[in-house]
């Protein structure tokens, strides 16, 4: 059984850094592209940022500077720093794979990933 748990989140105040995990079970996780999006209150779920296979890596302009995503394969894990956080950057925060992807290709369409995880929830004050 495919699935993706994330964890890290939590409640913290502007201008800190957070971590977020995303652990990976029953994928080829080292040939999968892997990506965050995040979903804020009221808004459409938006990407964040992705990694290919070949470790190569696209952040959203919002996050430009202040996030970097990252992989240990040999853990099936994948990372996300959020630093200098924001308000608005509350919101919950999803794990995506697409399997067997192509080396270095960027996806960075929802529909473009088929497996997703439960999310977890970032709040930050002000």
């Known amino acids: 059984q495919v699935q993706l748990v994330e964890s890290g989140g939590g409640l913290v105040q502007a201008g800190v850094s957070l971590r977020l995990s995303c652990a990976a079970s029953g994928l080829a996780f080292s040939s999968a592209t892997m990506a965050w999006f995040r979903r804020g209150p009221g808004k459409e779920r938006e990407f964040v940022a992705v990694?290919?296979?070949?470790?190569?890596?696209t952040n959203a302009d919002s996050v430009q500077g202040r996030c970097a995503i990252s992989r240990d394969n040999a853990k099936m894990t994948l990372y996300l720093q959020l630093n200098s956080l924001k308000p608005e950057d509350t919101a919950v925060y999803y794990c995506?794979?697409?399997?067997?992807?192509?080396?270095?290709?960027?996806?960075?369409?929802?529909?473009?990933?088929?497996?997703w995880g439960q999310g977890t929830q970032v709040t930050v004050s002000s």
């Open positions: 995506a794979a697409r399997p067997y992807s192509y080396m270095y290709t960027k996806y960075t369409n929802e529909a473009d990933f088929g497996v």
């Open positions: 990694i290919t296979r070949g470790g190569t890596t």
